[in-house]
């Protein structure tokens, strides 16, 4: 049984660039390098889990908000 685990750091960080080249060259762990989301991909993604709402005019739009 394997988890996941996501590590999110600031790649100009000295300190946690090496933490990170160690934790690589362990060999315990299986490295899988995430390419960054474009803007446009990130904006698909939201359109197809239901996060973009569409309204006509802006009546309506300040209908959903009240």
């Not at 390419?35 to 006509?56: A, Q, T, W």
């Amino acid at each position: 049984m394997s988890t996941k685990v996501i590590l999110e750091f600031d790649g100009r960080n000295a300190a946690a660039r090496s933490i990170v080249n160690m934790l690589k060259t362990v060999g315990l762990f299986k490295v899988e390098e995430q390419k960054p989301i474009s803007g446009i991909e990130k904006s698909l993604k939201e359109v197809k889990e239901g996060k973009v709402h569409k309204y006509n005019n802006v009546d309506e739009l300040f209908e959903k908000i009240d």
